[in-house]
């Protein structure tokens, strides 16, 4: 099985829909841009966010057993996909790839 790097890129925060709609709370995210993981064997690697896990489990085993090209062509890289996490106030984009070790 191929080893996968994801790489935190870039969170978004909509303070428009937290006003409007969110309870406010006082942790969030421990996530930081450019922060990296390795998953082994399709994984989730230790540290992860289990949210954002739950969003790229099956890109990240899909591209652990060798498979890629997510719908026909959509990176250019077809060995990896960019996938937010399912926070609706403040998603964080991560790249997920094959690691080329």
């Known amino acids: 099985m191929n080893k996968v790097r994801i790489t935190a890129i870039r969170q978004t ?4 829909l937290m006003s409007k709609y969110e309870n406010p ?14 998953a082994v064997d399709g994984q989730c690697p230790e540290g992860m966010c289990p949210s ?12 652990a057993q060798g498979k ?6 959509w990176m250019k890289n077809p060995m990896s996909a960019m996938i937010s996490c399912n926070d609706g106030f403040r998603p964080f984009s991560f790249y997920i790839e094959v690691w080329p070790e």
Do not use: K
């Open 13 to 16: 925060v909509y303070q428009d």
């Open 25 to 38: 709370i006082e942790h969030t995210c421990d996530v930081r841009e450019g922060q990296q993981w390795i």
């Open 68 to 73: 890629g090209n997510f719908f026909d062509g």
């Open 52 to 63: 954002a896990w739950e969003s790229m489990q099956p890109f990240v085993e899909s591209l």
